[in-house]
């Protein structure tokens, strides 16, 4: 095998608009840089593997098109294996325009960051050498948590701040603590990793642009193995996932700090255990149609009335309001990928994909060892399980909007897929 890594610079200026906050957030200091880290890996017969997280909420339309393009024009890799995610901070460049609220991305810097982020795969692919990867895990424990509460009344709802603590009865789903992580070595030196754990990335207090938590782990590896050391963080699925182990919606200014620190430790921990990677490299891409849901005028009404009249109502009557007069679209095309690396197999799905639906496919996988990978290639917004959206639960994640509009199935077509997709390049 022959790898490498590379990381680009992506801080924007100040005053952009930043997409991850129902109000308007015009950073005006920089808190951590930002980056699009890649990592490129080429199997013995040429087959290559190329990954690049960068520090945004979600991704733009059209960038897998638009990056992918740039990436073979200089390199000649194929598009279908390039996989490009989000590390889903909630304070990182503004790329995303999000209409409703009237947040638009600048798009001179958009025009910018498409290209230097093609530009660290591209930097990472001229930089391969030979190299032994290995894989391990370890747990974080005690720093991520659903955040769908069960109550007394037989109510599921997202967060619960204004809800008596004495009402919640427990936890829709329980957070995975497991790092998983890609070790790759030169010489016996670590060069880079992919990082691989579920939780959400808004765990800062402060305004300011930061990659949030990846980006303190980040540091903390530069420290261990040297300032060249990339650590390319993988988002799990993590759309139910947050940091706050109560039912209220405050943190410290450097809780952020603590979590980095946390994943850091743990990516140290499985390196000592880790296991050879060997083998080839096979990537397989898909694209997916999956229907969005549609409500009549009656119903709309109805739901409108219904929220106006709930806690955090009005926001959530205003994005579904947005949705039903703009929307023209039957259906969203989704980009899935498995991509194999000797017996680790990685799928990447877009969309903030609930934690059961990652569960289970790393459940029924064929690999012993796998990563899952959400908001990658392109974005859907939640993706929560079929369950979710039955009778007594009242979830943020699937109140009909922009960002949460595709049919209860669409999680389980996913995993369905993903499971196909992974025994393809198992053959």
Same mark, same amino acid.
């Given at each position: 095998?022959?790898?490498?890594?590379?990381?680009?610079?992506?801080?924007?200026?100040?005053? =952009?608009?930043?997409?991850?906050?129902?109000?308007?957030?015009?950073?005006?200091?920089?808190?951590?840089?930002?980056?699009?880290?890649?990592?490129?890996?080429?199997?013995?017969?040429?087959?290559?593997?190329?990954?690049?997280?960068?520090?945004?909420?979600?991704?733009?339309?059209?960038?897998?098109?638009?990056?992918?393009? !740039?990436?073979?024009?200089?390199?000649?890799?194929?598009?279908?294996?390039?996989?490009?995610?989000?590390?889903?901070?909630?304070?990182?460049?503004?790329?995303?325009?999000?209409?409703?609220?009237?947040?638009?991305?600048?798009?001179?810097?958009?025009?910018?960051?498409?290209?230097?982020?093609?530009?660290?795969?591209?930097?990472?692919?001229? !930089?391969?050498?030979?190299?032994?990867?290995?894989?391990?895990?370890?747990?974080?424990?005690?720093? &991520?948590?659903?955040?769908?509460?069960?109550?007394?009344?037989?109510?599921?709802?997202?967060?619960?701040?204004?809800?008596?603590?004495?009402?919640?009865?427990?936890?829709?789903?329980?957070?995975?603590?497991?790092?998983?992580?890609?070790?790759?070595?030169?010489?016996?030196?670590?060069?880079?990793?992919?990082?691989?754990?579920?939780?959400?990335? $808004? $765990?800062?207090?402060?305004?300011?642009?930061?990659?949030?938590?990846?980006?303190?782990?980040?540091?903390?590896?530069?420290?261990?193995?040297?300032?060249?050391?990339?650590?390319?963080?993988?988002?799990?699925?993590?759309?139910?996932?947050?940091?706050?182990?109560?039912?209220?919606?405050?943190?410290?200014?450097?809780?952020?700090?603590?979590?980095?620190?946390?994943?850091?430790?743990?990516?140290?921990?499985?390196?000592?255990?880790?296991?050879?990677?060997? =083998? #080839?490299?096979?990537?397989?891409? @898909?694209?997916?149609?999956?229907?969005?849901?549609?409500?009549?005028?009656?119903?709309? &009404?109805?739901?409108?009335?219904?929220?106006?009249?709930? %806690?955090?109502?009005?926001?959530?009557? !205003?994005?579904?309001?947005? %949705?039903?007069?703009? $929307?023209?679209?039957?259906?969203?095309?989704?980009?899935?990928?498995?991509?194999?690396?000797?017996?680790?197999?990685?799928?990447?799905?877009?969309?903030?994909?609930?934690?059961?639906?990652?569960?289970?496919?790393?459940?029924?996988? @064929?690999?012993?060892?796998?990563?899952?990978?959400?908001?990658?290639?392109?974005?859907?917004?939640?993706?929560?399980?079929?369950?979710?959206?039955?009778?007594?639960?009242?979830?943020?994640?699937?109140?009909?909007?922009?960002?949460?509009?595709?049919?209860? @199935?669409?999680?389980?077509?996913?995993? #369905?897929?993903?499971?196909?997709?992974?025994?393809?390049?198992?053959?």
């Amino acid at each position: 095998m022959r790898a490498a890594f590379y990381e680009c610079d992506i801080t924007p200026p100040l005053g =952009g608009f930043v997409w991850g906050h129902y109000h308007e957030v015009r950073p005006m200091n920089v808190k951590d840089r930002l980056y699009a880290r890649a990592a490129v890996m080429e199997g013995d017969d040429g087959t290559v593997a190329a990954f690049v997280t960068v520090d945004t909420c979600a991704l733009p339309e059209g960038i897998h098109e638009a990056v992918t393009r !740039r990436i073979y024009e200089y390199t000649g890799i194929s598009p279908e294996h390039v996989c490009i995610s989000s590390n889903h901070t909630h304070w990182g460049a503004p790329v995303c325009d999000s209409p409703e609220i009237g947040c638009f991305a600048d798009k001179t810097y958009l025009d910018v960051f498409l290209r230097l982020t093609a530009d660290a795969v591209t930097l990472a692919y001229k !930089r391969l050498e030979r190299a032994e990867a290995r894989y391990g895990t370890a747990e974080a424990p005690d720093i &991520a948590f659903c955040r769908d509460y069960h109550l007394k009344d037989g109510r599921t709802v997202t967060w619960a701040g204004k809800i008596d603590p004495d009402e919640i009865t427990g936890r829709n789903s329980e957070a995975d603590p497991t790092v998983r992580v890609l070790m790759v070595e030169r010489n016996g030196a670590p060069v880079g990793a992919l990082v691989n754990f579920a939780c959400h990335q $808004c $765990c800062c207090a402060d305004d300011d642009y930061t990659g949030d938590f990846s980006s303190i782990m980040s540091k903390e590896l530069k420290k261990k193995y040297g300032e060249d050391f990339v650590a390319v963080y993988l988002p799990g699925t993590a759309g139910d996932i947050t940091h706050l182990a109560n039912n209220h919606f405050t943190t410290t200014p450097d809780h952020y700090r603590m979590m980095g620190r946390v994943l850091s430790s743990a990516v140290i921990e499985a390196n000592k255990t880790a296991h050879p990677v060997k =083998g #080839d490299i096979k990537v397989t891409m @898909e694209e997916l149609a999956v229907p969005t849901r549609t409500m009549d005028p009656v119903e709309t &009404a109805k739901r409108l009335s219904e929220l106006l009249d709930s %806690y955090a109502g009005p926001m959530r009557a !205003r994005n579904l309001a947005y %949705y039903q007069a703009t $929307c023209k679209d039957t259906e969203k095309k989704l980009l899935l990928q498995a991509v194999r690396v000797g017996d680790l197999c990685i799928y990447t799905m877009p969309g903030e994909v609930f934690i059961d639906l990652g569960k289970r496919l790393m459940r029924e996988s @064929e690999y012993e060892a796998s990563m899952v990978v959400h908001n990658s290639n392109s974005y859907c917004g939640y993706v929560p399980t079929k369950e979710a959206f039955g009778e007594g639960y009242d979830l943020y994640e699937t109140s009909l909007c922009y960002h949460s509009c595709l049919i209860p @199935e669409a999680g389980d077509m996913m995993v #369905d897929k993903l499971l196909e997709l992974g025994k393809n390049v198992k053959e």
